[in-house]
């Protein structure tokens, strides 16, 4: 048995508690903080602050150590123990724990029992004696005693074996049935106990307050625009200041807990340190060109979750499983398509959802991704050609939005020039949603992989184009938000000024902080942790726990 292959006592615990959850940390390496987890580390500082050190008390060879490390290959368990306290041959492992002492017989929990026990065997086959454990829990200040009983060692063999067995299979067990462990759960969100449920195996209509939302509704953290030419980004504590170029210098803090993302524009400067303090903190720093290409990011290690990676290779190598997905997100996409047609059209447009209906029905019996992507392509001819149509009239005095179909590279009007700018967002934010949940963006499903273009980001992307994006330019249009002076004619193409530009990204947040009810799951979430709730459903798609990927499709 190799090192590698030992299973360390802390997994051990997690899988007594929830075998998904030990399989989902140990062999998927996934791992996200929650207030429990990041006050339970906080309340191990001290312990954990005196590894190695070894204190003598009294006149006898009583003696204490933190964090040991102990290691069996006999019984391979590996793992660190907080404290030792050992006097001669005897030896007593003790486990520091937040929170208070449980109410229960034992007066811990059996995963703490397991944890306890499993740190006395490595104890035991260090050659020292070990009948006893204790469990200090911080905020009671309470020690408690667990006995090293032949019926306790039995259970954590127990565990340790099936643990090992379901390792060597490597198949994810089912997730906990409407359990109270998963409130509070940090591996909740990638977890997705009720959701997974829901679209793995054939549940009732009537069950549906079943589907809790386990996570808040949307982030504190917000995205941080920096488009000031000229501006330099810099560390300052536990904040970032942001100084604009001479001759204003003005200068605005911001603590570095409220920022989920920087995003700079052209030439902005940001110190090394900086750099350094946004990739500890799985802060990404994506960069644009002036004209807002999303061009290039900066960002911490990357999800360890390898064998996600190597789902989502063979799935693009897979031609029938690519062209099932793309199936989904083109049909999508196109109810979408109807949807926004029906919000803001004023007009009769029967024909034109009947046209697109029709799409979304061929798109779903598409034999080959050619085919689809001609129905995709018709679909968008459609749509586009209603666009105008969306659009309130516009006085005399201020540019016309005459928007004759789409263009790029450059836009040649004003409406294709807002709808390039926010789809480049909305790529760096999938790529950024994509990154974190442990999916390579740059190779898709659909979207073919191509130098420097974020496919997997375009096929995510596809569902969300209308709702988002086009959403947002239409509102601003219809509310006066864009005018004719907001735009720059010249080489036959048309820019956006700056101060448009702020109030897109202003618009584009408020759209992505707006809360609507998941269609399939009936919670409530901001269209930001949407992106996140559907490219983890595409992992669970991947990993083969979910048959089909489900678009998401407002009314």
């Not at 449920?197 to 079943?210: G, I, Q």
């Not at 999800?303 to 990676?309: I, P, W």
């Amino acid at each position: 048995m190799n090192d590698s292959d030992l299973i360390p006592v802390r997994y051990l615990n997690e899988y007594a508690y929830c075998p998904r959850l030990g399989y989902l940390e140990w062999v998927e390496s996934e791992f996200v903080d929650n207030y429990y987890t990041l006050d339970g580390r906080f309340k191990h500082k001290r312990v954990d602050a005196q590894s190695d050190k070894v204190t003598e008390e009294g006149e006898g060879d009583k003696a204490h150590r933190r964090s040991v490390y102990l290691s069996s290959k006999k019984l391979g368990l590996t793992g660190r123990i907080d404290l030792v306290e050992h006097e001669g041959e005897r030896a007593t492992p003790v486990e520091y724990k937040r929170g208070k002492v449980p109410d229960t017989p034992e007066r811990a929990y059996e995963p703490e029992l397991v944890q306890v026990c499993a740190q006395a065997l490595l104890l035991r086959e260090s050659g020292y004696s070990c009948d006893r454990g204790i469990i200090y829990f911080i905020d009671s200040k309470t020690r408690i005693e667990v006995d090293i009983d032949e019926a306790l060692v039995s259970r954590t063999l127990s565990l340790l074996e099936s643990f090992r067995e379901l390792v060597n299979k490597g198949e994810i067990p089912a997730p906990l049935n409407n359990s109270v462990k998963c409130i509070g759960c940090s591996l909740a969100k990638i977890c997705m106990p009720d959701e997974v449920r829901l679209l793995s195996e054939a549940v009732e209509k009537d069950e549906e307050d079943r589907y809790r939302r386990l996570v808040p509704a949307r982030d504190d953290a917000v995205p941080v625009y920096i488009i000031g030419q000229g501006s330099y980004v810099r560390l300052d504590g536990d904040c970032i200041t942001v100084t604009s170029p001479p001759p204003e210098q003005e200068r605005e803090t911001i603590r570095l807990i409220d920022v989920s993302q920087l995003n700079v524009y052209g030439n902005v400067q940001i110190t090394t340190q900086a750099l350094r303090e946004f990739c500890e903190r799985s802060i990404p720093v994506s960069y644009f060109s002036t004209g807002g290409w999303f061009y290039g990011i900066t960002h911490g290690h990357t999800s360890k979750n390898v064998h996600l990676r190597i789902a989502q290779y063979d799935a693009f190598r897979d031609g029938e499983r690519s062209l099932e997905f793309a199936r989904k997100i083109i049909q999508g996409k196109i109810k979408n398509c109807r949807t926004i047609i029906r919000r803001n059209s004023t007009e009769d447009e029967t024909t034109t959802l009947k046209a697109l209906a029709a799409c979304g029905k061929y798109a779903v019996r598409a034999n080959s991704m050619e085919e689809l992507l001609g129905i995709e392509g018709n679909a968008a001819h459609i749509y586009f050609a209603v666009l105008p149509r969306l659009i309130k009239p516009r006085g005399t005095d201020e540019l016309e939005f005459n928007f004759e179909g789409r263009n790029r590279r450059p836009p040649l009007d004003p409406v294709n020039a807002m709808l390039s700018f926010l789809y480049a967002i909305l790529v760096k934010e999938i790529t950024v949603t994509a990154y974190a949940v442990g999916l390579d963006p740059y190779l898709g499903l659909m979207h073919r992989p191509r130098h420097g273009k974020p496919a997997l980001a375009l096929d995510l992307m596809e569902e969300m184009r209308p709702i988002i994006v086009d959403s947002v330019v239409l509102t601003m249009i219809n509310n006066g938000e864009a005018a004719g002076k907001d735009f720059i004619k010249g080489m036959g193409s048309v820019h956006m000024s700056d101060g448009l530009r702020k109030r897109a990204i202003r618009a584009y947040e408020r759209r992505m902080s707006t809360l609507i009810k998941h269609p399939k799951f009936g919670y409530t979430i901001s269209y930001r942790r949407v992106l996140e709730v559907q490219a983890r459903l595409f992992s669970r798609f991947l990993m083969g726990e979910i048959s089909e990927y489900p678009a998401f499709c407002t009314r």
